[in-house]
């Protein structure tokens, strides 16, 4: 599975999609980076986030191939059925030109906000992000810097995005 993170090429923000609202459990945490996964058969996953950046956000595919990979978290969560499983998530960093504008596609995400760090982090703490994305994002912001090794806590929330037991 993909989890790709766009960001303005300024920094200063990261485009955010709300995602199709089908049911309650989807309204109550619907924000989310554009992804989709597992990748299909044949397909590796940077050619799935080319894929699906299409599908979801309209990015043009000679842009979206531009997503660099940056790693991968990993979880044990609850499927479908209540049982436990555990998944991996591939993590790509996607820089959009400032006057790129995602726009909804196939019916996956509703709309788009372009967010500065500080409100994706308001989101999280509100809970607004389902707890698989907020993974995502905790990486991406301990890889840029917004959160450091001098915070308290930071080493567990470092270990706590991988699980070893996924692979």
């Known amino acids: 599975r993909q989890r790709v993170v766009p960001r303005r090429r300024d920094g200063r ?4 999609g709300r995602a199709a609202q089908r049911d309650e459990a989807d309204v109550a945490r619907a924000p989310r980076p554009p992804r989709r996964g597992p990748p299909p058969a044949g397909l590796s996953p940077a050619e799935n986030v080319v894929k699906e950046a299409g599908e979801e956000a309209g990015v ?3 842009l979206a191939a531009t997503a660099v990979p940056v790693g991968a978290v990993s979880y044990r969560g609850v499927d479908e059925e209540k049982r436990l ?3 991996a998530l591939f993590c790509f960093d996607l820089q959009l030109p400032a006057d790129f504008r995602p726009t ?7 709309e ?11 989101h999280i703490l509100q ?11 905790v990486d991406f912001l301990m890889r840029r810097g917004f959160l450091t090794p001098d915070m308290d806590g930071y080493l567990e929330l470092a270990a706590a995005l991988r699980n070893p037991d996924s692979r």
Do not use: R
């Open 85 to 87: 499983k555990n998944d």
């Open 13 to 16: 923000a990261d485009v955010v």
């Open 127 to 137: 809970g607004d992000f389902k707890p698989n994305v907020v993974l995502v994002i």
């Open 112 to 122: 788009f906000y372009l967010w500065t760090l500080d409100q994706v982090v308001d």
């Open 60 to 62: 043009p595919a000679a």
């Open 104 to 110: 909804p596609v196939d019916g996956e995400v509703d």
